[in-house]
Every structure is written in structure tokens, then in C-alpha cells.
């Protein structure tokens, strides 16, 4: 199907352990973003990608890893799991070359650090 | 940086009945875009109107509508007719163009539609 997809969408994963949430879409979007979303702080950025192989942090990125290597997927990788990291993990993806500068939500990820 | 505040953690109104969720936001910028998203209980994130800050005129999506104070630096939504499908969260959120459409956004205001 068209769009925008998260796997796993519930994750349990023990502190220490390294685990990697999968983003893909089908609209060839240019940028893509990761956003956590936790109780009073909305929806923060993470690491967003202007293209493949183009990465850059965002405001939250301490203990996050991400890789580009193919226009289509974005995964973000926890290298060590800790508890803080417990969260609601977005991937979102927008065209370089769009006027509305709407941004395109996957349909999330929760995961749960044990 | 850009800073979003929503200060309305959580709201309440009645069906068919008139809301207004506030939003505020610290820019020094001229050229920007404003956006309020919904997430209902299903966790999903739909766009449901978007302002220019070029732009004088508000806005207005259906029952959707902004009330854009440039100057006051203020971006609130009225949602009019509320139905029981509003029941959600609803965030506010900025952009400055050129900045690899990074947007910020703010804390969220939950709304609950009762009968």
C-alpha cells in the first residue's frame, strides 16, 4: 500500500538491549523525520534526513542512531535501551519541492523499555 | 530557537457547541508557517489546517478555523459545530521555511467532545 508505514508498532525491549524501529514510504519524500512523543513535551525531533545519506540531528538525539541509505526507509536505532527512552517513536516524511510543507505521519511505534 | 506553547492541557465542550484551543509562539521571523494536527485515540497524525504568516486572511477548513495575530504572535483554532469524531489531541506547531521543514511543535491541548 501507498503511504507511510512503522514496524514494529509495539515494542517491550529490556534496558542494555539495542533495538531498531523501521520507517518506510512509498511517496519518494526527500526528508524524513523521527519524532518521540511523551506526556507534556508534544512531539520532539530526533534526527531528520534532507535525502539519502544526508542526516542531522535534532533536539533530542542523545542515545538515537539513524541511517539513510535508500530514499524509502529511515530507521532509527536505539543502541542501548534505557528506560527514558520508553516513548512513542513518529516517522514522518515530506517533498522537498511542496508548497504546503505538510508533513506525513506514520502511525507509530510504542515502545516500552523494561 | 522557535518555541510553541499550548497552555490548555486538556479541554472540555459539548456536542455541537463551540471551542476554541489557544496556541502561542516565540519567533523572530517573517516568513513562517502555523499548523494545528489531530491525533484521535487511534494515535494518527492528520493535518487539519495550515496558516501562512504572509497571509492576512485566517484560514477556514470546514468546521475549522484559525484566529492568526501576527503581531500578538498568537495561533488559535476554532472548531465550531464539535462532534463527537473531535475528540483527540490537537497540536500546534511551527515551521520556518529553508530549515528542512523541521517543525516544532508544542505540548497539545486534549479535547474531549461529551454529549
Known amino acids: 500500500d501507498a503511504g507511510i508505514t512503522q514496524s514494529p508498532r509495539y515494542k517491550i525491549t529490556e534496558t542494555g538491549r539495542q533495538v531498531t524501529l523501521m520507517c518506510h514510504q512509498t511517496?519518494?519524500?526527500?526528508?524524513m523525520f523521527w519524532y518521540r512523543q511523551d506526556l507534556g513535551h508534544g512531539l520532539r525531533l530526533i534526527y531528520y534526513s534532507a535525502a539519502a545519506d544526508i542526516t542531522d540531528k535534532g533536539e533530542v538525539p542523545d542515545g538515537y542512531v539513524v541511517s539513510r541509505s535508500k530514499t524509502e526507509n529511515f530507521p532509527l536505532t536505539l543502541e542501548s535501551a534505557t528506560r527514558s527512552q520508553t516513548s512513542v517513536y513518529f516517522c514522518?516524511?515530506?517533498?522537498?519541492?511542496?508548497?504546503?510543507?505538510?508533513?506525513?505521519f506514520g502511525p507509530g511505534t510504542r515502545l516500552t523499555v523494561t | 530557537a522557535q518555541t510553541v506553547t499550548q497552555s490548555q492541557p486538556e479541554m472540555s465542550v459539548q456536542e455541537a457547541e463551540t471551542v476554541t484551543l489557544s496556541c502561542t509562539y516565540d519567533t523572530s521571523e517573517n516568513n513562517y508557517y502555523l499548523f494545528w494536527y489531530k491525533q484521535p485515540p487511534s494515535r494518527q497524525m492528520i493535518l487539519v489546517i495550515r496558516?501562512?504568516?504572509?497571509?492576512?486572511q485566517n484560514a477556514t477548513e470546514n468546521r475549522f478555523s484559525v484566529n492568526f495575530q501576527k503581531a500578538a504572535k498568537s495561533f488559535s483554532l476554532k472548531i465550531s459545530d464539535s462532534q463527537l469524531g473531535d475528540t483527540a489531541m490537537y497540536f500546534c506547531?511551527?515551521?520556518?521555511?529553508?530549515?528542512?521543514?523541521?517543525?516544532?511543535f508544542g505540548t497539545g491541548t486534549r479535547l474531549q467532545v461529551t454529549l
Open positions: 496558516q501562512e504568516a504572509y497571509k492576512q
Open positions: 511517496w519518494s519524500h526527500s526528508y
Open positions: 514522518a516524511s515530506t517533498s522537498s519541492t511542496s508548497f504546503s510543507y505538510e508533513q506525513y
Open positions: 506547531a511551527f515551521l520556518k521555511p529553508g530549515t528542512a521543514s523541521k517543525l516544532t
